[in-house]
């Protein structure tokens, strides 16, 4: 239908006759309607201007109205039509839309998970509907829809959608008065979103994921979070980056890896775009490798460096550059013992008690019958183990590890683990530690949860691989930073202890592997902000570097704060000093204050830089002013002698 929307002056809520309540949220009361004037029934929403917030919610409805209005114009039977709109004589806020006839996609998830297939169609025809209308514009922006949910998508009976209730987070936004995370749905807002509030492209992205989740596994990929009403409890979760439930075995591989892309802790390794997302959700309906499923290898065989020169030999190398070879027989540490088959106990029960030649004889042939049944058993196992081995994630490693477990209880020898299950788990594991490793190396964020998702799956590739030294180096670089996390948390007392057992963590792992430059950045964060060693964080930096790292602005900024606490020092110390040792101690200061400046120069909004480079320059400023003061002073100044003592 068509014709021309109504979209200021008065609205009259008497030309419509209500049928029935079709549902109520946070913003208004939906009814079924009969308008005469058409002839046709309509969805009538009602935003009230009275209560809390009316103001702001009625303004909100009033551009959500408008921005669908534009949208439906341009890309008609993705949204439904707005017939009318405006204010009633008391300041109520009506709509009189299309009346969509479809189930809300929130129905179907209840009723029964969906097919991989047919949930992959819905999110493609979302994907496609985002790819539209993220690249219309305001005026000003990209419209977004920022409030995207199951009950905001109807699904129709020839498989079509219709998308309700667009942009009213985006216009809630940019009302100062309110943060939009007031009304963000919590289950399907990013951590992003949770923690600032801003209104992102990205929150549409990562709501798709939340809802292609919930359409395969039946469930929220945090719902054993979801224990409160005001759902406080998930949106601290979401926000922490916690691991979402696992994805159902039956969910192929490609649309699995699709799914957890969408929903990466981190927003750098999510799909940048609807479109990407659309293009995957095809590649996996057409039988095709999704990115996602090709992007699932060992980070480190992309981005692993080797130094240039290996350490001089004979080299005196403290702690702060720990490249010396390990001591002659040290052992790599070892995961905890995996548990024995039964059959293995049996076979040693059966050494201890001897028998006659005869009966060992009959007895053997049967053990090796039952070796050989249990042996395959197990391979059987674990060639189905494999099939998901690419696929898993963080949420799945317990189970993962039960399930090598099972196999070693199953046979007396489990010489499918080792022969079939080690590499390839090995490295799925190894795989999902380097995102956090990497992602600290690319000086991004990596909460404590991530660390510890990094600790799981590496004591997991220890376990099948004991014996792998760069698995081993890597265990340790995680302790080390989840030490480190936990010595914040400290006493005085006990910090320093605790901040010494993480560099003796980060040193262990330089030593195991001493082509990787990750343990020297560990070291450099605990020198640079916890102990203060300015001399020890610039020979980790250079260390680091020598094996290929690039310093970036962490390690810009962490040598600016070194400069700066070193000319604060500096500074303290000329205030007990007098004459030369004074002039020496400012001189000192003045120099780190003003290679503080130059480091922190450029850095722009990077953390505290604009702040910590206006202090030092003003630092710098005083210093400068102290010297000259002296020098008018001199000769004076140069043995002690105090303005008071030449006035004599």
């Known amino acids: 239908m068509s014709g021309a929307v109504q979209v200021t002056g008065v609205f009259d809520p008497a030309a419509y006759v209500i049928k029935a309540r079709i549902g109520t949220g946070q913003f208004g009361t939906v009814h079924r309607a009969w308008w005469p004037a058409r002839g046709i029934d309509v969805a009538l929403k009602h935003v009230r201007a009275d209560g809390p917030d009316g103001g702001i919610k009625v303004h909100a409805e009033e551009h959500g109205a408008a921005l669908q209005q534009h949208f439906s114009s ?25 009346l969509v006839d479809g189930r809300p996609l929130g129905e179907l998830i209840r009723a029964s998970r969906l097919a991989p297939r047919e949930a992959a169609e819905l999110a493609l025809a979302v994907a496609d509907f985002l790819v539209k209308l993220h690249g219309l514009s305001d005026g000003q922006e990209p419209i977004l829809h920022s409030d995207l949910k199951p009950e905001h998508v109807l699904v129709r009976a020839d498989g079509g959608i219709r998308i309700l209730d667009l942009g009213i987070a985006k216009s809630l936004q940019a009302d100062k008065s309110l943060t939009s995370n007031a009304w963000a749905s919590a289950p399907y807002a990013s951590p992003e979103r949770l923690d600032d509030g801003q209104v992102r492209a990205g929150d549409d992205l990562w709501a798709l994921g939340v809802m292609l989740f919930e359409m395969v596994s039946g469930v929220h990929p945090y719902h054993q979070y979801m224990s409160d009403d005001n759902n406080a409890t998930l949106a601290r979760a979401i926000r922490r980056t916690e691991p979402p439930a696992p994805l159902p075995s039956s969910c192929d591989p490609g649309l699995a890896a699709a799914i957890c892309k969408m929903l990466a802790p981190q927003p750098v390794h999510r799909y940048q775009s609807a479109s990407e997302i659309a293009a995957d959700l095809r590649s996996f309906l057409d039988g095709r490798e999704t990115l996602a ?8 065989s992309r981005t692993q460096v080797i130094p240039s020169s290996p350490p001089a030999a ?31 106990r049996s076979l040693t029960a059966i050494r201890r008690v001897g028998s006659s030649p005869g009966v060992l004889r009959r007895a053997g042939a049967a053990l090796l019958i039952v070796i050989a049944l249990a042996e395959a058993s197990a391979w059987v196992r674990a060639e189905r183990f ?48 380097d995102r956090a490793i990497l992602d600290f190396r690319n000086d991004l964020l990596v909460t404590e949860v991530q660390w510890r998702h990094a600790q799981t799956s590496l004591a997991l590739a220890m376990n099948v691989a004991p014996n792998d030294r760069q698995v081993a180096a890597r265990a340790r670089y995680v302790d080390g930073h989840l030490v480190r996390i936990a010595a914040q948390r400290q006493s005085a007392s006990i910090r320093q202890a605790r901040l010494n057992e993480a560099k003796s963590r980060f040193i262990e792992s330089a030593r195991l592997d001493p082509s990787s430059p990750d343990p020297y950045l560990g ?69 780190d204050y003003e290679s503080c400046a130059a480091k922190f120069e450029g850095l722009g909004g990077y953390f505290d830089s604009e702040r910590n480079l206006a202090y030092c320059e003003k630092g710098l400023v005083r210093v400068k002013t102290e010297l000259q003061g002296m020098e008018a002073r001199w000769p004076f100044s140069l043995f002690g002698i105090t303005d008071a003592r030449r006035s004599r």
């Open 523 to 591: 070291l450099a964060r605990v020198n640079a902000y916890e102990t203060r060693d300015f001399e020890a964080l610039q020979v980790n930096i250079t260390e680091a570097e020598a094996r290929g790292y690039k310093p970036g602005r962490r390690e810009r900024a962490q040598l600016g704060d070194g400069f700066k606490f070193r000319a604060e020092r500096a500074l303290a110390q000329s205030r007990s000093a007098s004459g030369e040792g004074r002039r020496r101690f400012l001189e000192s200061a003045a120099s």
């Open 74 to 98: 341009r890309y008609p039977d993705l949204v439904p039509e707005v017939f009318e709109c405006g204010r009633a004589d008391g300041g109520d806020y009506y709509i009189a839309m299309e």
């Open 293 to 300: 499923r090709s992007e699932n290898v060992r980070a480190s």
């Open 386 to 433: 494999l099939q998901r081995v690419g696929g898993l994630q963080p949420s799945d490693v317990p189970a993962a590890r039960a399930e090598v477990d099972r196999m070693r209880r199953l046979a007396p020898f489990a010489l499918a683990v080792p022969l079939r299950v080690r590499d390839p788990l090995r490295e799925q594991m190894t795989s999902l530690a």
């Open 314 to 344: 004979g080299a005196d190398l403290s702690d702060t550059v720990p490249t010396e070879p390990l001591p002659a027989g040290y052992r790599v540490p070892s995961a905890p013992d995996a548990p024995r088959s039964r059959l293995a």
